[in-house]
Structures are given as structure tokens and as C-alpha cells.
């Protein structure tokens, strides 16, 4: 991500597009495509058997001031401790059909049509239509798009089922066609009459989605769809460039309104920034998932969030609404190329963080200050209308992980408020979805930035829940100017890196796998390959110079890859490999970059999957980062790749122990409130009308479509209300309200 925020892995010694070239002339040493991968990493254990790869056989929170991004203090010491065995050889129908599948395809597919959405064409390009959320807060709070709540569609008429695998012809909604490259069994699925149809495969080692996914059998390789429908500016440069003065997206909106640009500009951008053909491509580079961030405006934006200290009343800027018939378009993409997904919560009423990223950079309002229950109980709202789509059964093997709240700043919130409102989470989403394997998706937890030791045993017998860590030594607050194109620590000798590799293996490795065995499910939700933290807006729009670089003169190097020297790239490529092979189960930050209109070029490489992938930094294969640990020579602590019954939503899932959530009180007492005004901080209160998350609907002439689509509400005994503001409640400016005086009556619910 963007970045002012850090980083928990950081230093040495700490314990805690245009089609690509499927071959690289950086693997180093040579792994050939069969015969030499290891059966087993000891740092992410166990991998899947593949049948195209043949084998041989102090969890203390730093203090605000300490770090630049998402960054541990501390050594070796500091990190003090907190199943599925590897499956055999395919044994699913779907994998025997898969070569034949792909031949079949080349024969006789000549042009696939996509069916999901309705497309329209001005200004030669498509826009999608309807799909919006419905109902809006009871006082009037809720603001954004209009429509139907359905998206629609106008298409030629495809009423067959059509698959393809490598070689295949894909022709996307604007006409324009592309030939689908993937070289490891996977396949597409079109099938217009039931638009949910789950049985697309990635690739021919992860199963199709209507197959079962395997915690700690199954590994998660996957890539962040970053600044799609939440706009950063180190990935989307250009939109802040056109628009001087914007540091993130409330100031970016705010200015585009002003120029009537605001709905025209951000539809362009939903529309173009990542298409079919990013997503083929990504299942194309062996990868099997996707983690999606989204903005809680997807669902609504309030017009009063109070009043600032000139006693005006605030109105929140974002578009609202109007991304989620992009959400559900993409969604559909993923279904089609077999790709499962993690649907991030990436923004959060008042902000989590502070950084450009959460919607608002600056203060923190959410669980701190004035305003911090308040927001927290609205975005509790958010994330049960999220929980209620997603865990419908069309939705539910497609949406395997929900990432309820991105990187809150527990250095500056404080751990207690944070659990709490962990455990507050867990409860409302599991009372929509009931427990146990299938009842919803797994929910992620961000470790708030302190180590993931610092969970372990949090919430035992807790069903379904996992580690959300963000590794970075980018945001460590240190120069990391040692050189990655020279000989690497450890190996053979013969391998470039410098202390990269080894230095990603020792420092994530152990904390991974001793996580996975204290507290269960622990996925890298974010890494990349900045081992600085260079690039263009890369510490915000305000912190693009030198004397703001923690890197210091010479960042010029590292925003212009064409100059990078093949010693370079290898150096980069074994420390991707390393990372990959120490987190296990991960997320690359991010699939795409986009080019600065001063340059026209990617002014942060480092962070662009895509762009590596093309370049040759990036493995074409990401099953050849398994045993590069080993190989280095790292401290590792083996995973075996089994986990607690109920980590995973088997027997005694749910059952937690009543001494486990003794001390987790809601709502909690906050930071930044002085004791006795934490019983009169201001709420809302349960009389809005709740919004829901509209499904997309299917109008292809000549089609029926016989599956049915869902109300976007999975239980219909889920009836409470929304939360609203209390009439006549003075409240302070939901954003900004840390110095604001909490008022003196008025703004509790009634008893």
C-alpha cells in the first residue's frame, strides 16, 4: 500500500497489459519445470502435489513516532510463541477434464462471449449499469447513486456453455479479444445460464471453486487488486497529478466535484484500470487468488458527519455507491478464471489508520477520540451488509476470506479497543452466518500492526478466523540502501540478492509458521518487493522528496526499471522468491501500477506484479519460490500444515471459552477520552433503514437464466436496524474530532 503507515516485519535479526513471457533468464539456480522442486519447504510446508511439476521427493505495539509504515522494534527475542497433511495427485473429475477441456477449446472456441454484466459502449469503451445498493439511512444520511439496484445488460446472444484453457480466444465486452496463456492446466467458464456456475480452475494444483479449499493443504498465491476502487496515489499517480492539491481520496474527490468531473472521472477510471484480461492473466502466472479492496461508500456515504469547529456541517465527498456494479463485474471475472477471493474492507468510517488509504489521511476517529464508538458502530453496519452478501450460496465458495477492517493503528487505538471490537465483529458476523465449515467466509483479523505473536490464543475456539500481517521492510524507517545485485547471503554462491533473500526468509518465516501454530489461519495479506521505499507518492502525495525518503538521493534508480540491470532483476527475483516461500500463504501488493502522466511510465516498479512478471523479477511460476528457504539456509521453524478442528470450522468451532472474552467489554474504554466522559461519548442509534448490497442481474436476449440470484441477504432472521444519528445530538465532525468537546447530553440511544 501507500505508504505512511509500517511495517511488523523490519530489520535484520527480528523474528517476528501486454502479454508477458512465460520464461524468465533470472531463475536462478536453475529449477527446471520437472524433477527438482523440493516435495516440501520447511518454511510452507506442506505445498500440493502438482501434476505439472514433477518433485524429488514483544508482541508489544511500537509507539506512533517509531515507524513509517507497518514496522516491529525489536530482535529475535522480542518474539516470544503464541490439518491437512499434503493432499495426493488430483482426484476431482474437473482436473481429468482439464487437458481435454483446453484442446477441445482451441478447436472449436473461436470468440467467447462474457455474459455477466450488461454492457454499454460510449466514448469506445464499456460502463456497466445499475448494480447499486438500496435503501438509504432513515434521516437522510445516506447519499450516492440511484437505479434499480440490479445491474443489467444488452449483449450478443452466447447460450451455451463455453470453456477454454491455453491457446483459447477470449473476446471481452468492448469487442476487443485476447489469447488466454496458461500453461498450468487451468480453465476458464462461461456459462450464461447459470452465471454462478463454480466449476473454472485456475490452475491444474488448486481446486476448481466448487471443490473444497483445504486450510494448510491448499496455499494461498495470490496478488492485491490495489488502487481499483480505492484510489491510491502512489498507484494511480496520474489521477492526483490532474488534480494538484489532492493527498487522498476525500481531497480527490472533494476537487473533482468541484469540477463536475467526480462521477465521469471515477467511472472512467472503475472501467479501465483493471480488466478481463488483468484477471486472465493472473491465473495465467500460476497465481490462484485475489485480494479485493473495497470502500464502505460501495454501500453508502453520509451527507452530515457532524459539524467541524466553524460549526459546519460535514458531508463526506465520496462517490457512493456507484463502484459496486464494478465490484460485482470483477467479481464475476474471478468466478469465470477459477480465482477465489478475499474481499478487503480497505476504509472505515473516521479512518483506522490516518493514511491516505482508509479514505481520510490524518487523525484517527475510529475507536479513538470523540467519535471512535460511534464510527465503530457504524462500520459494524458495513461489514454485517457485507457478511450478508457474501455468505449467500451463490457467493460463498467464490468469497472464501472477508477481511473486515484493514490495519488499524493499534500503537495509537491501544490493543484493548481493538480486540473488542474484534470479538464484537466475529459475534455479529457469526450470528449471520451460524458456524462451522460452509456458514460464511473465513474472517480475517489485521494484527493491527504489533507482532503476530502478540495473538496467539486470541479467541480460542473462535470458528474461522485468521492472521491478517503486512510485511514491509520498505517502511522500517531505515535507509535499506545494501545492494540487491550482488552475491546472496547463504545459497550456492552463485545467486545474486545480497542479504535480501535470506534477510525476507529469517525475519518472516519463523513468525509465520510459529503464528499458524499458536493462533491458527496466518496469511500475508500484503508484501512486495520494495526493500525501500522509493517510488513516486510511495510516502504520499506530500512526501515525494528525498529529505522525505527514509532511502535518501538516488530514488531516481528505482522508479525507472528500463535501466534496471539484469543483476538487478535477479537480486529482486530470488528476494520474491524468498518472501513467497517464507509467508506461505500470500498476497502480493499489488497486480498493477499505474504510469505518472509526467512520464508515462511506472514510477514504483517494485510494487507492480504485472510489471515484474513482464520485466523478469517476478517468477512466471510461483511454485518455484518452494524450498528457497531452505536453500538459503534460513532459521526456519517447520509448518506441518495442520490445524486445530475448529480453526477451520470443524468440531468445536464457535465454542469459545466465556474466560477468553472475560476482559472484552463493549463498548471499551477509548484513548484520548479523559475517564470521566467515556460514558457520555456520543453514539448512534439502531432506527435506520438498512442498506443492502444489490445482486446483479442477467439481461442477455434469448438467455434465461435458470440459477437463482440472490436478495443480497443471506438471513431473513437478521432483521435489526441501522445505526443513525440520535435526533438533536450536536455531533463533532466524524473525522476529525479529537480536540472536538464531547457533547454534554443528548447523543446517548435510550436505555
Known sequence: ???????PFDQPGLNESQPFDQSSPFLDPPRPLSGSIPDRSRASTPRDDAPILGHTGSSDVLAEGDLAKETYAGDAADY???????????????ILLASGVALVAIVIVAVVVPVYFTVVKPNQHNAVKGGTASGSNSNGHGSGGTGSGTSSATI???TAVTTGGDGSTVTMDDGTTFVYKNPFGGFWVNNPEDPFDNSAQCNAWTPPLNTTWQWGADRINGVNIGGLFVLEPFIVPAL?????GSVDEWTLSTLLAQKGQLESALEDHYNTFITEQDIAEIAGAGLNWIRLQIPFWAIEAWKDVGVDGNGQQVAEPFLAKICW??????????????LRVNLDLHTIPGSQNGFNHSGKSGSINWMNGPMGIANAERSLDYMRIITEFISQPQWKDLIVIFSMINEPFMAKIGRPPVESFYWHAYQMARGVTGTGAGNGPMLAFHDGFATPAGWANFLPGADRIALDTHPYFAFNGKANRDPVNTT???????????????????????VMNTSRQNFGVTIAGEFSNAINDCGLYVNGVNGDTAEDSAYGPGCSYWEDYANWSDETKQGLLNFALASMDALGDWFFWTWKIGPSSTTNSVRAPLWSYQLGL???????????????????????????????????GGAGAGNVAPDATADLAWPPALANVPAAEQAVLPQYTPTGTVSTLAPPSFTMPGVTVTAPIGNGWTNPQDKAMAMAPIAGCAYPDAWDALDAPIPAAGCQPAA
Open 80 to 94: 516470544a510463541p503464541r490439518n491437512a497433511a499434503s493432499r495426493p495427485l488430483y482426484k476431482r473429475p474437473r
Open 325 to 338: 456494479k464494478y465490484i460485482l463485474r470483477l467479481l464475476g471475472w474471478a468466478r469465470k478464471y477459477g
Open 488 to 510: 546472496a547471503d547463504g545459497g550456492n554462491g552463485q545467486e545474486l540478492g545480497g542479504q535480501w533473500p535470506l534477510l525476507a526468509c529469517n525475519s518472516w518465516g519463523p
Open 1 to 7: 500500500m501507500s505508504r505512511s503507515s509500517y511495517n
Open 156 to 158: 450478443p446472444v452466447q
Open 240 to 244: 492526483y497529478e490532474a488534480n494538484p
Open 614 to 648: 513482464q520485466n523478469g523479477w517476478m517468477p512466471p511460476d510461483p511454485r518455484v519460490a518452494s524450498g528457497k528457504c531452505q536453500h538459503f539456509g534460513a532459521n526456519l521453524v517447520a509448518f506441518d500444515g495442520n490445524f486445530q478442528p475448529w480453526q477451520t
